[in-house]
């Protein structure tokens, strides 16, 4: 369930500004959105793991606050972070 090193670079590599940038913004959304994604998944099956739900809800919020950071700050970078990751907004 969490990530492995391969995927978080892979990520990093994709979204970072250079190879070692994992704080920036654009690479911590797209951090939580595979993160969002896995625990999408395992709820599937496992309905009542609410535990597991409760922590997808919080990772929810966190990348939602973040984005909205974005949107005030840097909308190009907003908008291709969307697109990239095939977001509803």
């Known amino acids: 369930?969490?990530?492995?090193?391969?995927?978080?670079?892979?990520?990093?590599?994709?979204?970072?500004?250079?190879?070692?940038?994992?704080?920036?913004?654009?690479?911590?959304?797209?951090?939580?959105?595979?993160?969002?994604?896995?625990?999408?998944?395992h709820l599937k099956t496992h309905i009542h793991d609410y535990h597991s739900k409760r922590g997808m809800l919080m990772k929810v919020g966190r990348r939602k606050k973040l984005l909205d950071y974005l949107k005030k700050n840097d909308v190009v970078s907003y908008r291709e972070v969307i697109k990239k990751l095939n977001l509803r907004k």
Request: aromatic share 2%; proline share 0%.
């Open 1 to 41: 369930m969490a990530l492995t090193k391969e995927e978080k670079a892979n990520i990093i590599k994709e979204f970072g500004k250079n190879k070692n940038d994992c704080g920036s913004t654009e690479v911590q959304i797209a951090i939580l959105t595979h993160e969002i994604n896995d625990l999408t998944a």
